[in-house]
């Protein structure tokens, strides 16, 4: 494919959020690049690309993952108003991050303002493959419950085994598309009708100007004086 050919794709950006170690960038890493690691800290953020097919079309996804502190916040606000979607992340086998959860719900929403409403999210409890008998962590009744209260949907993830990854990208993306494509359709019938307007006025002006005769001919002043005197 071309270079302007790849640019002209639907871009199609999602933001990952939630307390450090989560997995953030583990998640990220195994739906770009299918791959696991032990990561270090991400500093600030990191934005990675991926082409998918979404709906049949071919899409760019941007995946912004950012740090899991507060401080700073500010160097990810402009990345976080210009997303079209987020997931926020938590571990399962750690109740901060579950409680946290709401903190970085609010800090998007303080970004984002009335458009966060809008905005397609999604919310993760990462690390399922650490669930075992007697698992004393975040049951998945908890995480459902809470994407509720939250009106978003809700999905389990490994990020080390790779389940679930693959799913929860693409249907947020998938979302994102609709959305978008919603949003064009409406813009161009909107161009439709308004270059339908601007001509049937060009018609309308030309039928309601008479065209004066040129200065030669004195025919115009005798019409006119037929109701004037
Ligand atoms: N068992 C298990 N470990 C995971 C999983 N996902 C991530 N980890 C581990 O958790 C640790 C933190 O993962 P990261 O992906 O770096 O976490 P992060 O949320 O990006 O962290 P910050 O960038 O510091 O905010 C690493 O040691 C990962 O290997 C998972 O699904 N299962
Ligand atoms: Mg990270």
Redesign the pocket.
């Known amino acids: 494919m071309s270079q302007s050919n790849q640019e002209n794709l639907m871009k199609i950006q999602i933001m990952i959020c ?10 990220s ?1 195994q739906y770009i690049n299918e791959s ?7 500093i600030g953020l990191e934005m990675n690309k991926k082409q998918d097919i979404i709906n049949s079309d071919k899409v760019n996804i941007f995946i912004i ?5 507060h401080e700073n916040f500010d160097v990810i606000n402009q990345q976080a108003r210009k997303a079209d979607g987020y997931i926020f ?1 938590y ?1 399962i086998g750690d109740s901060i991050s579950f409680k946290d959860i709401d903190i970085w719900i609010t800090k998007i929403k303080q970004i984002k303002g009335d458009d966060f409403q809008k905005c397609q999210r999604l919310l993760i409890g ?5 669930r075992q008998e007697h698992f004393k962590g975040i049951s998945r009744e908890q995480g459902s419950s809470k994407a509720k209260n939250h009106k978003m949907k809700f999905i389990e ?5 790779g389940t679930n990854i693959k799913q929860a990208i693409k249907y947020l993306a998938a979302r994102i598309y609709q959305q978008k494509m919603q949003s064009l359709n409406a813009q161009n019938i909107q161009n439709i009708i308004s270059q339908q307007e601007e001509s049937q006025q060009h018609l309308l002006s030309e039928i309601e100007q008479p065209q004066k005769p040129k200065k030669s001919c004195n025919c115009w002043t005798k019409f006119k004086s037929y109701f004037t005197n």
């Open positions: 939630g307390n450090q170690a989560v997995g953030k960038t583990s998640i890493n696991f690691s032990n990561n270090y800290n991400t993952d950012v740090q899991g502190t992340v571990d990462n690390k399922v493959d650490t993830t490994s990020a080390k085994e």
